[in-house]
């Protein structure tokens, strides 16, 4: 079981490794006996009801967006953006839970990127419900989590799942919702689903303003056959005026997982 490998001393089949720029173990990749080490994931969890709603976007707004040494990656020549909200549950940091932590619900802007080959993702902006946890993130990693209340609503049906995501802020008119199959299937690696929800990478500039990399973990994810899509973003004045083209354009892409068990490691600063 995926829980399972996350506790392994040994890479699996769906572990990427340990890259030697990402190395969180300083006696280096092998121990005593020549056996592979894994480090220990900063954070575990269980990702769920995971939705990516996907835009294209002007190749020159995205390389404005990402400092240097980082590349945009494109899909069939273009470069895009996605809203993603998901929902993470047993969440343990270091291997123990926290209190008040267990669970909690998070929303993100994103666009898609490379850096030094590695597939990945670049965050501008993220919300959480939590100032504490809003607060460490930002004293810790540098990273600039936005706070606002999170609803999220889970449907079940016999042949059918739906869930909906809310900002509880009625300024920032937030919510996306998404209706799909209970059947799921991974799709195929040249697929634009495994393109856009398979990322090792996630990336942003640090409180000290350097590159923040932190390396994620699951097996491939299987998606569920999207049948209907509704959502409210004003783009401008949630992410700023470059982002307003979005208030009228119509996405590419909606993907529906149910997810997995995930390992995050411990940001580093990139050299």
């Given amino acids: 079981m995926a ?18 720029w990402l190395r969180q173990v300083e006696s280096g990749a ?22 990516l709603l996907t835009f294209e976007a002007p190749d020159d707004l995205i390389r404005r967006l990402v400092p240097a040494g980082v590349e945009p990656d494109r899909w069939n020549s273009r470069t895009h953006v996605s809203l993603v909200a998901l929902g993470m549950r047993h969440v343990r940091v270091r291997g123990w839970p926290v209190p008040g932590f267990s669970a909690h619900l998070q929303v993100n802007f994103r666009t898609y990127i490379r850096y030094r080959g590695e597939p990945g993702v670049w965050f501008i902006r993220e919300f959480v419900p939590s100032r504490l946890l809003a607060a460490v993130a930002w004293l810790k990693f540098g990273e600039p989590f936005g706070t606002a209340p999170i609803r999220v609503r889970v449907e079940e049906q016999e042949s ?74 004003d783009f401008g004045f949630l992410y700023g005026a470059d982002w307003r083209f ?21 940001p580093v600063r990139a050299p």
């Fill in 3 to 20: 829980t399972e490998l996350l506790r392994s001393n040994h890479p699996e089949r769906w572990r990427t490794g340990a890259r030697p």
């Fill in 30 to 51: 092998v121990d005593r006996r020549g056996r592979f080490i894994v480090p220990r994931p900063f954070l575990a969890a269980r990702w769920c009801d995971v939705l």
């Fill in 160 to 233: 059918s799942l739906r869930a909906s995501y809310q900002l509880e802020r009625p300024e920032l008119g937030w919510h996306l919702t998404m209706a799909g199959s209970r059947a799921t299937q991974v799709p195929p690696p040249d697929s634009a689903e495994h393109y856009f929800k398979e990322r090792v990478l996630a990336c942003r500039v640090r409180r000290d303003g350097g590159l923040g990399v932190f390396r994620v973990e699951h097996p491939p994810w299987a998606v569920r056959e999207v049948t209907a899509v509704d959502y409210r973003v």
């Fill in 246 to 266: 979005l208030n009228d354009a119509r996405p590419v892409s909606a993907i529906f997982c149910p997810g997995s068990d995930v390992a995050v490691y411990q």
